[in-house]
């Protein structure tokens, strides 16, 4: 198993991509820390890694919290002795069109969105410097390299996470630390999924704009975070890699 002997902290994996990551990685050999704010889906997700035969722990965080954050880390290394990986998932949506956007609104969205993923990456560096070994992928977003009319701060928070990710990677490569993030495009998860029953047809003008013709899936994005996790992507630092089913790819 690729991952044997690998700690994965994962933000936001109580359900959704988080969940999917987690059981992913789980599934190439990974012991997990579950990091959620809500403890029961951290726990239900904890079961299921345990399931795999993994060592798991379910870990109460809020990612706004630079006390949680430093908490997470602790109670990875004292229950695992190690962070190889860290995958900064956690995050919310919110639409409102540029004059309606308060600045609730904007902060809301930038603490979880990006100034989280910073703050929790600063937490887990200190460890990997001294393994002189780690891997950090974060959930950006197909939103934070197109414009949008509705989404903007949505959209400003992932390409604040492309550039972080290219910063960083630059910043800790001597280090033995490779840094990347993934852009997927829509995807069913429990925060679209209500919205997209609600108005179906939303469902068909989506797929419309996907060469494959539909929405993805959780496990797929699943899939390519936990490849630039492993060492198959060990020449791999600073990219967003793109996973939309081709959206928007055509003019």
Known sequence: MELSGHVAIVTGAGRGI??????????MGADIVVAELDLAGAE??????????????A???????????TAMVNRARAEFGRIDILINNAGIYRAALPLDVTEEHWDAI????????FFATQAVLPTMIVQKHGTIVSLASMAGKIGSRTNLPYNASK????????????AHAADGIRVNCVC????ETALTTPFLQAIPAIVDEYAK????????????????VAFLASDDA?????????????????A
């Open 184 to 187: 997927p495009g829509p995807v």
């Open 59 to 69: 870990v109460k965080t809020d990612v706004t919290s630079r006390a949680d954050l």
């Open 44 to 57: 239900r997700t904890a079961a299921e890694v345990k399931g795999l035969g993994r060592r798991v722990s």
């Open 234 to 250: 060990s020449y791999i630092t600073g990219e967003a890699i793109t996973v939309s089913g081709g959206w928007y790819m055509h």
């Open 159 to 170: 390409a604040a996470v492309v550039s972080m990710t290219k910063s960083l990677a630059l």
């Open 110 to 117: 930038m603490n979880v969105n990006a100034k989280a993923v």
């Open 18 to 27: 988080g969940r999917a990551t987690a059981l992913e990685l789980a599934g």
């Open 209 to 224: 704009l996907v060469p494959l013709g539909r929405i993805g899936r959780p496990e797929e994005i699943a899939g390519v």
